[in-house]
């Protein structure tokens, strides 16, 4: 079946500094990747959505400055939280999606800035 | 209004139960609905999809999709404690590049 691979699994970073998460594709092409965020006790928000080549589209209220989205192979994307601060704490999820694979979820990462 | 609509709970059943999740969207374009479960600290796993009007089986998980009411629900027969988890119900909007909106998802609880 498909895979979703998410790394890192868990990061702690201080503030003010970046952190980046990979999100690949193992045995498929994803046309499109979607970024989520969950704080808890809380749904997954998505946050942007990514075409391979093709710059993020981000949902109303997140900051594109902030949260950084390349797509730059249809395996591979990858979300940089610049300048990370506490509320940008959260569980980050990516999801790939491909025909005939429908939607994959990565496994996410748990990001505590402290 | 939200887009998808979800009961929070907790719902609690005894084992052997059947459990009912119900879910609404505002969104008639909505196509296609899925059903996850969540488990706390990791990431959702499809129970399973549903883009027909009616019931759809699949073991001892029933969605049932009703396009006209909005409304769509997961039934889970024989409840095990296994099964206890969040339940996360999204709807795909194909004219939104076919992106998947959650509900707040419901806290299931199955007591032995």
């Known amino acids: 079946g498909a895979v979703v691979s998410q790394h890192p699994s868990r990061v702690i970073c201080k503030s003010g500094t970046s952190v980046k998460i990979e999100c690949r594709s193992l045995d498929f092409q994803a046309t499109t990747m979607f970024w989520y965020r969950q704080f808890p006790k809380q749904s997954l928000m998505l946050m942007a959505t990514s075409n391979e080549g093709s710059k993020a589209t981000y949902e109303q209220g997140v900051e594109k400055d902030k949260f950084l989205i390349n797509h730059a192979s249809l395996t591979l994307s990858t979300l940089t939280v610049t300048s990370a601060h506490p509320e940008d704490s959260s569980f980050y999820i990516c999801s790939a999606r491909a025909v005939n694979y429908g939607y994959t979820f990565g496994s996410g990462t748990r990001l505590t800035v402290v | 209004q939200k887009e998808v609509e979800q009961n929070s709970g907790p719902l609690s059943v005894p084992e052997g139960a059947i459990a009912s999740l119900n879910c609404t969207y505002s969104d008639r374009g909505s196509q296609s609905f899925f059903w996850y479960r969540q488990y706390s600290g990791k990431s959702p796993e499809l129970i399973m999809f549903i883009y027909s009007n009616g019931d759809k089986e699949d073991g001892r998980f029933t969605a049932q999709l009703n396009k006209a009411s909005q409304y769509v629900s997961l039934l889970i027969r024989d409840s095990q404690p296994s099964d206890s988890a969040t339940y996360l119900c999204?709807?795909?909007?194909?004219?939104?590049?076919?992106?998947?909106?959650f509900g707040q998802g419901t806290e299931l609880s199955v007591k032995p």
């Open positions: 999204a709807s795909e909007l194909y004219n939104q590049g076919g992106k998947l909106i």
